[in-house]
């Protein structure tokens, strides 16, 4: 009794931890006290710590994707004239590939990037949820994307000092680019705290650093991206290592913008906007609203059925169902899961698996008793032997859950990220529901549900 007193203690907890990250930013709350009619706004705590020296914030915002939320879709065209036929499938996915990685540092909501190949147009369509500004979109996706490292002319000329344009057009080119910078990353000064751009280059771009920085100590070695300047960095002493460290009274998000940029590289190939649409939520949004009516219906008649069915037991069944809603959700924020309505859609297939586990425990419980066992020892015998059901109907949905997922990108299985939303939220559903299922479940039957009269035995 001590050890399932103890595990119904820890369920009360992490279910009341994520009920507060569950719950919404803001919830309105009324009730009458003295005759009196109360109003007040319950608002959700946001994470704010600082680790190690470094800022941590999470508000548990729950992420929408581009069905949902509405955005920006883009088509962008590749510019193969320079590009041998044979290369050009490889160097679309590889510029694919960059603009991903520059998307998924900026922090968009499920992005959606895919290739396309039309006639002798190739092309990459990217989604962007959330992003209604065509501007930031413009500057987020780029246009080429061409990474280089160019020097500040030792003795400009009047005329190249005469506008920013001029100065910026003398800069001169060192041959090392994007292709050399191995990776960069957002880091704070250990002795200032304030956040510091590190670069890191390959093999080949270690030695160009090394020419470069050696023989100009004190010059300016500008990272132009586009033809343009983002920083201006200058050389303080000679870099051997092939590591280095951009410093220059940096906000947060101004060393994150720079450091997308750096990371984002050059593009194999040149790549030009084509085409450019904002999406509205709106038929989303409705699309949502009758997901969640159908969803609590639903979920509304089950628990009903439940109840009339299986008495005692189906409240039982119920209340580990809306601990099941509760962890779900938590995760889903606390995961990053976008969701889409092919998402809700798993959600609402999850719940039916979740109820379904706790039918098949019921009916073995059932007919351990009309067996004659005692009622202890019925239930306990009722979920270990409901447990091979359990698991083959569970682990063939898993299997499932990940070909849609697609973890290793494959070529020949699903690569659309609505699919793969699906497949998440349906992932993430049945596993939690056999924990909700197995343990919670379990552990309120141990502690509330008292013996009841045997069912007859069976003759033989």
Do not use: C, H
């Amino acid at each position: 009794m001590f050890k399932t007193l103890r595990v119904f203690f820890l369920i009360v907890f992490f279910f009341s931890l994520s009920l507060i990250i569950a719950m919404p930013r803001e919830l309105p709350v009324q009730f009458a006290l003295a005759g009196r009619q109360v109003d007040f706004m319950l608002k959700r705590p946001v994470l704010n710590l600082n680790l190690f020296g470094r800022p941590f914030q999470r508000d548990f915002e729950l992420k929408q994707g581009l069905d949902i939320l509405g955005g920006m879709q883009l088509v962008l065209r590749a510019q193969m004239g320079n590009v041998p036929v044979e290369d050009r499938t490889t160097a679309l996915d590889a510029a694919k590939e960059v603009i991903q990685r520059r998307v998924d540092l900026y922090g968009v909501s499920e992005p959606v990037v895919q290739t396309s190949q039309v006639g002798d147009e190739y092309r990459i369509i990217v989604e962007l949820a959330g992003v209604t500004n065509p501007d930031e979109a413009l500057q987020l996706i780029g246009t080429t994307a061409q990474l280089d490292f160019r020097l500040e002319n030792a003795t400009p000329s009047a005329d190249a000092t005469a506008s920013a344009f001029a100065y910026f057009n003398s800069f001169q080119r060192t041959g090392l680019t994007g292709k050399e910078l191995k990776r960069s990353a957002v880091q704070f000064d250990p002795q200032t705290g304030e956040p510091v751009v590190s670069l890191e280059f390959n093999s080949e771009g270690v030695e160009k650093f090394a020419a470069v920085t050696q023989a100009n100590t004190g010059r300016i070695l500008a990272i132009f991206l586009d033809e343009f300047p983002v920083s201006l960095p200058r050389i303080s002493t000679p870099i051997l290592t092939g590591q280095a460290i951009i410093s220059g009274d940096f906000t947060i998000e101004q060393a994150k913008q720079l450091n997308i940029q750096l990371n984002a590289g050059a593009l194999p190939v040149p790549i030009e906007i084509i085409e450019q649409r904002t999406i509205g939520a709106s038929l989303g949004q409705k699309a949502v609203q009758d997901s969640i009516r159908a969803g609590v219906i639903g979920l509304s008649l089950v628990i009903l059925f439940m109840m009339l069915y299986y008495g005692w037991k189906g409240v039982l069944s119920s209340i580990s169902l809306v601990v099941y809603a509760v962890f779900t959700i938590a995760v889903y924020k606390l995961l990053g899961i976008t969701v889409t309505l092919p998402g809700i859609a798993g959600l609402l297939l999850s719940i039916g698996m979740a109820v379904d586990s706790n039918i098949l425990i019921f009916e073995r419980l059932k007919e351990e008793l009309r067996l004659g066992k005692p009622f202890n020892q019925a239930m306990e015998l009722g979920f270990g032997r409901a447990w091979d059901s359990i698991k083959d109907a569970n682990v063939v949905t898993i299997f499932t859950a990940l070909i849609l997922i697609n973890p290793l990108d494959l070529s020949f299985l699903n690569r659309s990220g609505l699919v793969k939303g699906f497949g998440v939220t349906l992932l993430i559903g049945v596993v939690i529901s056999l924990f909700t299922g197995l343990v919670v479940t379990r552990t309120l039957m141990r502690l509330f549900l008292k013996e009841t009269s045997p069912e007859k035995p069976s003759k033989a």
